[in-house]
């Protein structure tokens, strides 16, 4: 190996492991997703300088791409604080964390720029046999190593097939359809057999804690929403002659 290729070596080789670290003891999913993509991209780096292209887009398409995109995607699904974000553990750690990724920058320019100048040895002699690298490859994973990678293809399949089946819930009991709703309804004895009227209904206003009155004047103390529900119901009659329905909530002495 030429002195750019050892320096680029160790540069992305510290990089790789300092990312895959990072993603075990991180302790926020977000932090772990971005600690992925850091030694994803490194690795696809690592494909590019020894002359293997193919598998350097790969890297970057099917992990870096579709791979990181579903991690993301599951954590939009389950939702992340937004809290997290707004409070800074570390003090200094921004400016750190920029002076340190200039650094590396830096270095990873140094060394990519002596590959430039300086001789590559590559794969090309190791895949001009093949007649390119995408061919041999090909020749690698669908000849010598056809089996390795057919037990590794139904390994991935079976855990993906597995984490389906540990997050799938059976119902212990079916859910009951309309129809079924409807006639335990009608057979019930307290159950009532229609709606009941909505909050402020032919009230003196439509305000939801407001019961609904009944035919007979009387206020329908059920009509009220579950965290609103009363206790009792006083009817007050004004100077001007208005009648005016108060609902009092649990334990008011008013």
């Known amino acids: 190996m030429s002195a750019g290729e050892t320096f680029a070596f ?10 895959a670290i990072g993603m075990l003891l991180s302790r926020k999913a977000v ?12 690795l696809a780096v690592l494909y590019l300088i020894n002359a293997a292209p193919f598998l350097s887009m790969v890297q970057i398409i099917v992990y870096t791409g579709a791979v990181m995109m579903l991690f993301l995607f599951v954590l939009m699904l389950i939702g992340v604080d937004a809290a997290d974000s707004l409070v800074e553990t570390i ?11 200039i650094g590396f920058g830096l270095l990873l320019l140094a060394g990519v ?12 002699a190791a895949t001009s046999q093949a007649g390119g690298n ?15 990678f057919e037990v590794t293809s139904a390994l991935l399949i079976t855990a993906a097939v597995g984490a389906i089946v540990y997050t799938h819930r059976e119902r212990l009991v079916g ?3 309309q129809a079924m709703i409807s006639r335990a309804r009608f ?4 159950a009532p057999r229609s709606p009941m009227p909505a909050p402020g209904v032919f009230a003196n206003h439509n305000a939801v804690d407001t019961p609904a009155l009944l035919p007979d004047g009387s206020p329908a103390l059920d009509s009220v929403p ?13 100077a001007d002659g208005r009648v005016i329905t108060a609902v009092y909530p649990e334990g008011d002495d008013k």
């Open 10 to 19: 160790w540069v992305l080789a510290i990089l790789t492991v300092g990312g």
């Open 31 to 42: 932090h772990s997703a971005l600690w992925i993509a850091l030694t994803m991209v490194s």
């Open 91 to 101: 003090k200094g750690q921004r400016l750190a964390a920029v002076l340190v990724g």
């Open 113 to 124: 720029g002596g590959l430039t100048v300086n001789e590559v040895k590559g794969l090309d």
């Open 134 to 148: 995408l061919q041999a490859v090909a020749q690698l994973i669908f000849g010598r190593y056809v089996l390795a």
């Open 175 to 177: 859910k009951p359809t």
């Open 187 to 190: 057979t019930s004895v307290t």
């Open 226 to 238: 579950a965290p609103f529900q009363v206790e009792e119901a006083r009817t007050f009659t004004t």
